[in-house]
């Protein structure tokens, strides 16, 4: 849902109004709904016993909080008639990156993946009947072992208040006739994203770095035992873990000058110069 337009408050003032609210669905839940039927259903990849937390994606709730004003202004002095004060601000969504679903596709609880070691003789990898993707999965599926626990294979999920990342933009500037055919701008315009999507190593394996860098991660609680997927991580129940969150930021702060000349003896042209700052 979109507003925007343009009040002429005075001869001078024009102000520049708008509302934006735009809502995305989490397209993280395909893969939920997907992993839940299939873990319920008559050929379950992983040990039934399990909870479903740990054999299933995550189910995300909607974010319902992107709403994006837009507030811009000029003024022209009467006193200044050559001249023109802009600016304007404005908060705008983006959308999650669908290669975040498309990692979490590709890797545990939503895979079940192994390796098969083919002979040709009692384990025959390549079907008879031709190479497509439906034969061999026919063929290869009943080597890779189910009833196991995903949570000893890499896994990537999502928390719970995954969202889209939003971004502020806002300018400021002055704009000033030096010529019948040549306008001076120099304006300031920034951006501030936030919420930007990350790839975090949540479960990391602290103990065996310790042995070339023995200060990294002290005071952190690692598990010792052995027969555990975290052996060595902070978690004992999971091995690798990779979460995406929403714990990345961008700053851009610029100072802009240029010099627009129309037509002046047949030439047209701008020359500008920028100074900036950016961090990530």
Same mark, same amino acid.
């Given at each position: 849902?979109?507003? &925007?337009?343009?009040?002429?408050?005075?001869?001078?003032?024009?102000?520049?109004?708008?509302? !934006?609210?735009?809502?995305?669905? $989490?397209?993280?839940?395909?893969?939920?709904?997907?992993?839940?039927?299939?873990?319920?259903?008559?050929?379950?990849?992983?040990?039934?016993?399990?909870?479903?937390?740990?054999?299933?994606?995550?189910?995300?709730?909607?974010?319902?909080?992107?709403?994006?004003? !837009?507030?811009?202004?000029?003024?022209?002095?009467?006193?200044?008639?050559?001249?023109?004060?802009?600016?304007?601000?404005?908060?705008?969504?983006? %959308?999650?990156?669908?290669?975040?679903?498309?990692?979490?596709?590709?890797?545990?609880?939503?895979?079940?993946?192994?390796?098969?070691? =083919?002979?040709?003789? #009692?384990?025959? =990898?390549? /079907?008879? *009947? *031709?190479?497509?993707?439906?034969?061999? $999965?026919?063929?290869?599926?009943?080597?890779? %072992?189910?009833?196991?626990? %995903?949570?000893?294979?890499?896994?990537?999920?999502?928390?719970?208040?995954?969202?889209? /990342? &939003?971004?502020?933009?806002?300018?400021?500037?002055?704009?000033? $006739?030096?010529?019948?055919?040549?306008?001076?701008?120099?304006?300031?315009?920034?951006?501030?994203?936030?919420? &930007?999507?990350?790839?975090?190593?949540?479960? %990391?394996?602290?103990?065996?770095?310790?042995?070339?860098? /023995?200060?990294?991660?002290?005071? #952190?609680?690692? =598990?010792?035992?052995?027969? $555990?997927? *975290?052996?060595?991580?902070?978690? =004992?129940?999971?091995?690798?873990?990779?979460?995406?969150?929403?714990?990345?930021?961008?700053?851009?702060?610029?100072?802009?000058?240029?010099? #627009?000349?129309?037509?002046?003896?047949?030439?047209?042209?701008?020359?500008?110069?920028?100074?900036?700052?950016?961090?990530?």
């Amino acid at each position: 849902m979109y507003f &925007q337009d343009n009040f002429k408050v005075t001869n001078e003032l024009t102000l520049n109004l708008g509302l !934006r609210y735009e809502f995305f669905g $989490q397209a993280i839940n395909f893969l939920h709904n997907e992993t839940v039927a299939r873990q319920t259903g008559s050929n379950p990849f992983w040990n039934t016993s399990l909870p479903l937390s740990a054999t299933t994606i995550p189910s995300i709730p909607s974010f319902y909080r992107n709403i994006e004003p !837009r507030i811009g202004f000029s003024y022209s002095p009467s006193a200044l008639p050559k001249m023109v004060v802009h600016g304007g601000y404005s908060i705008n969504a983006d %959308p999650e990156f669908y290669v975040i679903f498309v990692d979490m596709a590709t890797a545990a609880p939503t895979v079940n993946a192994g390796t098969v070691n =083919c002979d040709g003789v #009692t384990v025959t =990898c390549i /079907p008879g *009947g *031709g190479l497509t993707y439906a034969t061999v $999965q026919a063929a290869d599926d009943k080597y890779i %072992p189910t009833g196991t626990d %995903p949570r000893g294979l890499p896994t990537r999920t999502v928390p719970s208040n995954f969202h889209n /990342p &939003q971004g502020e933009t806002y300018s400021l500037g002055v704009q000033y $006739q030096v010529a019948p055919s040549a306008v001076a701008d120099v304006r300031y315009v920034g951006n501030h994203t936030y919420g &930007q999507f990350q790839a975090l190593n949540t479960n %990391p394996d602290i103990l065996d770095v310790q042995s070339a860098f /023995p200060s990294y991660g002290s005071g #952190t609680t690692l =598990c010792t035992d052995s027969s $555990q997927p *975290g052996y060595t991580r902070p978690n =004992c129940s999971y091995a690798e873990v990779e979460t995406y969150a929403n714990t990345a930021f961008s700053i851009y702060n610029a100072l802009q000058a240029s010099l #627009t000349v129309r037509n002046l003896h047949g030439f047209t042209g701008t020359a500008s110069y920028t100074w900036s700052r950016a961090i990530t």
